[in-house]
T-cell receptor, first 113, second 113 residues
């Protein structure tokens, strides 16, 4: 079983739909992250959770709503998205220690029509 | 403020040639430094990391990187490129536990036969 699992791997939605991305980690980590990766752009940090508490929100529009019910699960709820939100959304987890690297899932490829 | 700069968005080498991917960092405190690789439609995979032990760090797939404080650099090298090395490579840094990594913009490595 992979360390960080993201579902679905691919998602196509209209601008008026509501959908959610799910991330689950089996590594015992206490920090979880959402990153957005758009074509020809650098990785953009969206949200950080430590021990289920949100510690960073990088000025993300409210149409993206994160939820972290426990240290193993992270969701990204999507509502009234725009075509420019089409991207690869990457979830990651890490231990809360100095020098702890991030472990990434394979990403959810989102297309907004 | 912390930042990571990757010089060259695209590097092309021949199979068997030396691979050199450049990364410079800026940080007010000693950083932790990482190199990740991303294959198409996949998440990021850790190649190696520097956490202030040895300045020459060996990673997976024959890659290594050297931390040079005087040059604020952490360049990634591999003596002999293989076709399977073609991918996107990201340099990243952090200096505090529980905070997200800061990523460079990435370098696409192409390997020709």
């Amino acid at each position: 079983e992979t360390g960080v699992t993201q579902t679905p791997r691919h998602l196509v939605m209209g601008m008026t739909n509501k959908k959610s991305l799910k991330c689950e980690q089996h590594l015992g980590h206490n920090a979880m992250y959402w990153y957005k990766q758009s074509a020809k752009k650098p990785l953009e940090l969206m949200f950080v959770y430590n021990f289920k508490e949100q510690t960073e929100n990088n000025s993300v529009p409210s149409r993206f709503s994160p939820e972290c019910p426990n240290s193993s699960h992270l969701f990204l709820h999507l509502h009234t998205l725009q075509p420019e939100d089409s991207a690869l959304y990457l979830c990651a987890s890490s231990p809360l220690e100095q020098g702890g690297e991030l472990f990434f899932g394979e990403g959810s490829r989102l297309t907004v029509l | 403020a912390q930042s990571v700069t990757q010089l060259g968005s695209h590097v092309s080498v021949s199979e068997g040639a030396l691979v050199l991917l450049r990364c410079n960092y800026s940080s007010s405190v000693p950083p932790y430094l990482f190199w990740y690789v991303q294959y198409p439609n996949q998440g990021l995979q850790l190649l190696l990391k520097y956490t202030s032990a040895a300045t020459l760090v060996k990673g997976i797939n024959g890659f290594e990187a050297e931390f040079k404080k005087s040059e604020t650099s952490f360049h990634l090298t591999k003596p002999s490129a293989h076709m399977s090395d073609a991918a996107e490579y990201f340099c990243a840094s952090s200096n505090q536990a529980g905070t997200a990594l800061i990523f460079g913009k990435g370098t696409t490595l192409s390997v020709s036969s």
